[in-house]
């Protein structure tokens, strides 16, 4: 079982940046594809960002294609997810996942371990 916890969360103006990042606890983390899903106030989560188990693919929501990177550092056990250009339609509090396919997904259904969640609040 995968435990993650997310940091890096807070309070930016608009087009500013954030990591934030996601810290798996066990040996096997470099066997899961990670994403990042958001949740903004009475919204569904949805998709933000995935990546594959070695980091060669990757997988972005057109909402923020060209302003979020997602990485892993799997020495570290880690997963991040750079934002630049922050809009205040990015508000939300931010998920990471695991799932332990081969590819990239972006169905909250095809993960199977789930963060706390870090708020993101972007003003305007």
């Known amino acids: 079982q995968v435990q993650l916890v997310e940091s890096g969360g807070g309070l930016v103006q608009a087009g500013g940046s954030l990591r934030l990042s996601c810290a798996a606890s066990?040996?096997?983390?470099?066997?899961?594809?990670m994403g990042w899903f958001r949740q903004a106030p009475g919204k569904e989560r949805e998709f933000v960002a995935a990546?594959?188990?070695?980091?060669?693919?990757?997988s972005y929501a057109d909402s923020v294609k060209g302003r979020f990177t997602i990485s892993r550092d799997n020495a570290k056990n880690t997963v991040y997810l750079q934002m630049n250009s922050l809009k205040a339609e990015d508000t939300a509090v931010y998920y990471c996942?695991?799932?332990?396919?081969?590819?990239?997904?972006?169905?909250?259904?095809?993960?199977?371990?789930w963060g706390q969640g870090t708020r993101v609040t972007v003003s305007s």
């Open positions: 996942a695991a799932e332990q396919g081969r590819f990239v997904y972006s169905s909250r259904s095809a993960y199977d371990y």
């Open positions: 990546i594959n188990w070695s980091g060669g693919a990757t």
């Open positions: 066990g040996p096997t983390f470099s066997r899961y594809g």
